[in-house]
């Protein structure tokens, strides 16, 4: 066959040279060889059609974010429904936007966008490394994709987003039920890793909202920013921390200070549903972690955050005992990566 005519030409090579073929083409006249032998075996068929790829991404309408309508009222709500509710409002005003789900629409609210606009959804299915590409092509030909999955679903696509991010992709992806907080579904359903994959991939954006207003905020913020967005959601509703409309106040990359006084001994960043606290890197600053350091257990949600030592009373007992050991004139900075990052 033509195949091992092939073979045997190459084996015949490199047994002569002595050398590995693997990553190596072989010399011209060797190559030549075997072509000729696998063209002569071939069927003389007319080559199908090939139709020619368009040089230009498809002129879709645009918008601003000024013409996606008010932000909603402020409510108690899950960031992943608030995802949900942003995504169709921000679809009615921008024909670019369109979505696609790894077969969790219910539970990611990705259905909500499905149920308005089913010619823009796109089911993925349980194949996130072909959403991701899937998500990347509509990206090439000028639309604006929002591609969700369980958070630790979405790591199975680590190459597919590394590519996307290497290529500056305008994709934006939203994780849900990540950290201990989605509580009985069990620790294979945790995302824990997501945060340390999305801030690796260079020039990547990543979101995490605390409440359903700032969801909002951050859906509009990732149809507005051109590269490669990543937005975590969380299963549990959190009370809400942001007043009515603050996409004019935020933006990414920025922070926002909420309480206490600006000489102090301990500072706590955070964000997230748990307000994770981050430190400020400094030459006198003490930097506590808090994070969850073990493969966690399923359980009730709130039992989970106090045992792996991010809930109300564990963050409030730490920043005690740090404040207590300080030593004067230093500070202290916490850092809790919460029930949702190492």
Same mark, same amino acid.
């Given at each position: 066959?033509?195949?091992?005519?092939?073979?045997?030409?190459?084996?015949?090579?490199? %047994?002569?040279?002595?050398?590995?073929?693997?990553?190596?083409?072989?010399?011209?006249?060797?190559?030549?060889?075997?072509?000729?032998?696998?063209?002569?075996?071939?069927?003389?068929?007319?080559?199908?059609?090939?139709?020619?790829?368009? %040089?230009?991404?498809?002129?879709?309408?645009?918008? %601003?974010?000024?013409?996606?309508?008010?932000?909603?009222?402020?409510?108690?709500?899950?960031?992943?429904? *608030?995802?949900?509710?942003?995504?169709?409002?921000?679809?009615?005003?921008?024909?670019?936007?369109?979505?696609?789900?790894?077969?969790?629409?219910?539970?990611?609210?990705?259905?909500?966008?499905?149920?308005?606009?089913?010619?823009?959804?796109?089911?993925?299915?349980?194949?996130?490394?072909?959403?991701?590409?899937?998500?990347?092509?509509?990206? *090439?030909?000028?639309?604006?994709?929002?591609?969700?999955?369980?958070?630790?679903?979405?790591?199975?696509?680590?190459?597919?987003?590394?590519?996307?991010?290497?290529?500056?992709?305008?994709?934006?992806?939203?994780?849900?039920?990540?950290?201990?907080?989605?509580?009985?579904?069990?620790?294979?359903?945790?995302?824990?890793?997501?945060?340390?994959?999305?801030?690796?991939?260079?020039?990547?954006?990543?979101?995490?909202?605390?409440?359903?207003?700032?969801?909002?905020?951050?859906?509009?913020?990732?149809?507005?920013?051109?590269?490669?967005?990543?937005?975590?959601?969380?299963?549990?509703?959190?009370?809400?921390?942001?007043?009515?409309?603050?996409?004019?106040?935020?933006?990414?990359?920025?922070?926002?200070?909420?309480?206490g006084a600006r000489a102090?001994?301990?500072?706590?960043?955070?964000?997230?549903?748990?307000?994770?606290?981050?430190?400020?890197?400094?030459?006198?600053?003490?930097?506590?972690?808090? *994070?969850?350091?073990?493969?966690?257990?399923?359980?009730?949600?709130?039992?989970?955050?106090?045992?792996?030592?991010?809930?109300?009373?564990?963050?409030?007992?730490?920043?005690?005992?740090?404040?207590?050991?300080?030593?004067?004139?230093?500070?202290a900075a916490a850092w809790?990566?919460?029930?949702?990052?190492?």
């Open positions: 066959m033509a195949t091992e005519a092939l073979v045997h030409a190459l084996e015949d090579v490199a %047994t002569r040279l002595r050398v590995g073929w693997h990553g190596k083409p072989p010399p011209p006249e060797q190559a030549e060889t075997a072509i000729r032998e696998l063209e002569s075996r071939r069927h003389h068929v007319p080559p199908p059609p090939i139709r020619r790829p368009t %040089t230009e991404a498809v002129r879709w309408p645009t918008s %601003t974010v000024s013409d996606r309508g008010p932000a909603p009222a402020a409510a108690t709500i899950a960031t992943r429904e *608030a995802y949900g509710n942003a995504l169709v409002r921000i679809g009615a005003a921008d024909l670019r936007i369109v979505a696609l789900d790894g077969d969790v629409k219910n539970s990611t609210y990705a259905e909500r966008f499905r149920d308005a606009y089913p010619g823009r959804f796109f089911e993925a299915w349980i194949a996130e490394q072909n959403m991701v590409s899937m998500a990347a092509g509509l990206a *090439a030909q000028g639309l604006i994709p929002f591609a969700s999955s369980f958070a630790c679903f979405l790591e199975r696509a680590a190459d597919q987003i590394r590519m996307a991010g290497f290529s500056r992709s305008n994709v934006k992806l939203c994780g849900s039920h990540a950290g201990v907080s989605i509580g009985d579904d069990g620790p294979s359903q945790m995302g824990l890793e997501d945060l340390a994959l999305f801030r690796a991939v260079p020039e990547a954006v990543v979101l995490y909202p605390s409440d359903g207003i700032a969801t909002d905020a951050c859906v509009q913020l990732a149809a507005s920013h051109h590269g490669l967005v990543y937005l975590r959601t969380t299963r549990m509703a959190p009370p809400t921390v942001y007043g009515p409309a603050p996409a004019r106040r935020l933006r990414s990359a920025a922070s926002r200070w909420f309480a102090t001994a301990l500072t706590i960043v955070a964000a997230g549903i748990t307000l994770l606290l981050e430190a400020v890197g400094d030459s006198g600053v003490r930097v506590h972690r808090l *994070a969850v350091r073990e493969i966690p257990r399923s359980g009730p949600p709130k039992k989970l955050l106090e045992r792996y030592g991010i809930g109300r009373a564990a963050i409030v007992q730490a920043v005690r005992t740090i404040v207590a050991e300080a030593t004067p004139g230093r500070a809790a990566g919460g029930p949702h990052c190492r």
